[in-house]
């Protein structure tokens, strides 16, 4: 069974940095890239970022390019992967959700992971 278990956010304020975290365990070992989706409030979710099972590769939306960056922690105890995110704003609320897929590199597509995490309120105050 995989499980990704979803740390970090909060209230911030409008210019502070946030770090989310995502752990795996289960059958995903280190071979999964991993994405990360984000819901404001009365809107659908949306694709933030995705890595590949390497950190070779990453993609961001246009919204937040230049500000939030990936990274993971493969091959230890637990993977992990990480979302930086920088100088938010208050457009950058919501709940934010990991996502993990067997394919080593993912997509922005929903619909091409098939693990996620329960994840995350991050409430910026402008």
């Known amino acids: 069974q995989v499980r990704l278990i979803q740390s970090g956010g909060g209230l911030v304020q409008a210019g502070d940095s946030v770090r989310l975290s995502c752990s795996a365990s289960?059958?995903?070992?280190?071979?999964?890239?991993l994405g990360w989706f984000r819901q404001a409030p009365g809107k659908e979710r949306e694709f933030v970022a995705v890595?590949?099972?390497?950190?070779?590769?990453?993609?961001?939306a246009d919204s937040v390019k230049g500000r939030f960056t990936t990274s993971i922690s493969r091959g230890s105890a637990r993977n992990t992967d990480y979302l930086q995110m920088n100088n938010l704003t208050a457009e950058d609320t919501g709940v934010y959700y990991c996502?993990?897929?067997?394919?080593?590199?993912?997509?922005?597509?929903?619909?091409?992971?098939?693990?996620w995490g329960r994840g995350t309120q991050v409430t910026v105050s402008p």
């Open positions: 289960g059958s995903l070992f280190a071979n999964y890239a």
């Open positions: 996502a993990a897929t067997f394919r080593r590199y993912g997509s922005r597509l929903q619909e091409g992971f098939g693990f």
């Open positions: 890595g590949s099972w390497n950190g070779d590769s990453t993609e961001y």
